[in-house]
């Protein structure tokens, strides 16, 4: 099953858009199919019972894998060749050591931090972060003795420096560890960002025993922001949204060093959160076209940033490191970013009324939650995805009651800029 992974012709270097029809899989071990067939299989064959002993012993941890030696399979909760096929190369555009596929983004996020934490420790994370990553943060680790703290994103140097330093005092009371520094970047829906090179250089200060920096890059990832590359230990995805792109699936990853990663893949064998042989076989047809989609959504939503600019029915369009930003948040753009992306928030005229009468109105724009797909999509957070937010909280984050959220897709740009004009404009 396993084919080549050769990233090279000669001395060039194959990039990422050339190796997803191809890498590590070999056609003529499936029938020469050019594409890698479904194993919807739950378990595998053993030649021998020698084997099947050989299997389990590295994947329990009994003995240390020989240099060249891979996992046999063995069971589709443990492995199976679509989702390692599909690892391999997810793991080649944030040149990470290692990825895994997870059911769900949410499956990522939580199997990684059940792995990494434990009753007495702290996690610092950056608010606005995603719904359900606040609600497994503040209400469900406590359960377990893990304690969270909600930290602005964006946060000067000094005060993300001078507020690690009280959670990690804190931490050593509750005779654990400031174990996680949990980063979302850029912030749902504001779009502000958090640096993530100035927080790996920070951590540094905390020595060996320093705490995991994850960044969850689900907004701009893996085109247009390299977290790993910036000195970030783990990669978190919702891969239901722009790698995944058809708005058809649901699956997450985690990616980082071969050592985090393992023991990540131990809670994700017992918790069973790992991703299916079909889901898995939908991403690799995903990943073939992940470039050319994010591409083209981000050059449309340029031009559709350009057009809501100068709406007199529009008070600001919100893109990472765009007009109205502070000279800090363009900063860390110039340095952290390769793009701006495609889902914008825009803080229109008038209250949610007004906002309601955009939605109601849009027609080429679904009126759902969700982005990163094909279709694009446009949304309000104040009344959906952060409505549980006190309005205090919503006032400290900006979520405020005129922001509309717009995920770009990859129809004609002029199409959509037709349809939020009709929707902007008069009966
Ligand atoms: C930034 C971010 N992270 C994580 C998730 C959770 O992913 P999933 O819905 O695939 O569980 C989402 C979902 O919207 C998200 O937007």
Same mark, same amino acid.
Request: net charge negative.
């Given at each position: 099953?396993?084919?080549?992974?050769?990233?090279?012709?000669?001395?060039?270097?194959?990039?990422?858009?050339?190796?997803?029809?191809?890498?590590?899989?070999?056609?003529?071990?499936?029938?020469?199919?050019?594409?890698?067939?479904?194993?919807?299989?739950?378990?595998?064959?053993?030649?021998?019972?020698?084997?099947?002993?050989?299997?389990?012993?590295?994947? =329990?941890?009994?003995?240390?894998?020989?240099?060249?030696?891979?996992?046999?399979?063995?069971?589709?909760?443990?492995?199976?060749?679509?989702?390692?096929?599909?690892?391999?190369?997810?793991?080649?555009?944030?040149?990470?050591?290692?990825?895994?596929?997870?059911?769900?983004?949410?499956?990522?996020?939580?199997?990684?931090?059940?792995?990494?934490?434990?009753?007495?420790?702290?996690?610092?994370?950056?608010?606005?972060?995603?719904?359900?990553?606040?609600?497994?943060?503040?209400?469900?680790?406590?359960? =377990?003795?893990?304690?969270?703290?909600?930290?602005?994103?964006?946060?000067?140097?000094?005060?993300?420096?001078?507020?690690?330093?009280?959670?990690?005092?804190?931490?050593?009371?509750?005779?654990?560890?400031?174990?996680?520094?949990?980063?979302?970047?850029?912030?749902?829906?504001?779009?502000?960002?958090?640096?993530?090179?100035?927080?790996?250089?920070?951590?540094?200060?905390?020595?060996?025993?320093?705490?995991?920096?994850?960044?969850?890059?689900?907004?701009?990832?893996?085109?247009?922001?390299?977290?790993?590359?910036?000195?970030?230990?783990?990669?978190?995805?919702?891969?239901?949204?722009?790698?995944?792109?058809?708005?058809?699936?649901?699956?997450?990853?985690?990616?980082?060093?071969?050592?985090?990663?393992?023991?990540?893949?131990?809670?994700?064998?017992?918790?069973?959160?790992?991703?299916?042989?079909?889901?898995?076989?939908?991403?690799?047809?995903?990943?073939?076209?992940?470039?050319?989609?994010?591409?083209?959504?981000?050059?449309?939503?340029?031009?559709?940033?350009?057009?809501?600019?100068?709406?007199?029915?529009?008070?600001?369009?919100?893109?990472?490191?765009?007009?109205?930003?502070?000279?800090?948040?363009?900063?860390?753009?110039?340095?952290?970013?390769?793009?701006?992306?495609?889902?914008?928030?825009?803080?229109?005229?008038?209250?949610?009324?007004?906002?309601?009468?955009?939605?109601?109105?849009?027609?080429?724009?679904?009126?759902?939650?969700?982005?990163?797909?094909?279709?694009?999509?446009?949304?309000?957070?104040?009344?959906?995805?952060?409505?549980? =937010?006190?309005?205090?909280?919503?006032?400290?984050?900006?979520?405020?009651?005129?922001?509309?959220?717009?995920?770009?897709?990859?129809?004609?740009?002029?199409?959509?800029?037709?349809?939020?004009?009709?929707?902007?404009?008069?009966?």
């Amino acid at each position: 099953m396993k084919g080549s992974k050769k990233r090279t012709i000669g001395s060039h270097q194959l990039r990422p858009e050339s190796l997803m029809m191809s890498y590590g899989y070999d056609p003529f071990l499936s029938e020469g199919a050019i594409k890698p067939p479904i194993f919807q299989t739950s378990t595998f064959v053993f030649r021998s019972a020698e084997d099947g002993k050989r299997f389990f012993e590295v994947a =329990y941890g009994l003995r240390e894998r020989e240099p060249d030696e891979a996992l046999g399979l063995i069971y589709s909760r443990i492995n199976n060749p679509n989702l390692e096929i599909l690892e391999d190369r997810l793991a080649l555009w944030d040149e990470a050591e290692r990825a895994l596929v997870f059911s769900t983004g949410m499956a990522a996020i939580s199997t990684t931090v059940l792995a990494l934490c434990r009753p007495g420790d702290v996690i610092a994370y950056t608010a606005p972060a995603y719904g359900g990553t606040e609600y497994l943060f503040d209400r469900i680790l406590p359960r =377990y003795g893990v304690r969270a703290h909600a930290l602005p994103a964006g946060l000067a140097e000094a005060e993300f420096k001078a507020a690690l330093g009280e959670l990690a005092k804190e931490a050593g009371e509750r005779g654990g560890r400031l174990a996680m520094v949990y980063v979302e970047t850029p912030a749902n829906p504001t779009n502000e960002l958090t640096d993530i090179a100035g927080l790996a250089e920070l951590l540094k200060g905390f020595g060996p025993e320093r705490p995991v920096l994850a960044v969850d890059n689900t907004f701009l990832g893996p085109l247009w922001q390299k977290p790993l590359s910036l000195g970030a230990d783990l990669v978190l995805y919702s891969l239901t949204k722009y790698v995944g792109g058809h708005s058809d699936l649901i699956a997450g990853a985690a990616l980082g060093s071969a050592e985090l990663i393992a023991r990540v893949a131990e809670m994700r064998t017992i918790c069973g959160t790992v991703s299916d042989a079909h889901t898995a076989w939908l991403l690799l047809r995903s990943l073939e076209t992940l470039q050319i989609r994010m591409e083209r959504s981000a050059e449309s939503a340029k031009k559709i940033v350009a057009w809501l600019e100068s709406h007199p029915k529009v008070e600001r369009v919100l893109v990472p490191g765009g007009k109205g930003c502070s000279e800090r948040q363009r900063e860390i753009y110039a340095r952290q970013c390769l793009g701006a992306g495609s889902t914008l928030g825009v803080l229109l005229k008038g209250g949610e009324k007004d906002a309601f009468r955009v939605l109601n109105r849009l027609q080429l724009f679904k009126l759902a939650v969700s982005l990163g797909g094909t279709e694009s999509l446009v949304s309000h957070p104040s009344s959906t995805t952060h409505s549980d =937010y006190t309005p205090q909280t919503k006032a400290r984050f900006g979520i405020a009651e005129n922001l509309i959220r717009l995920s770009v897709g990859v129809e004609n740009a002029d199409d959509l800029i037709a349809d939020l004009e009709h929707a902007l404009g008069e009966d």
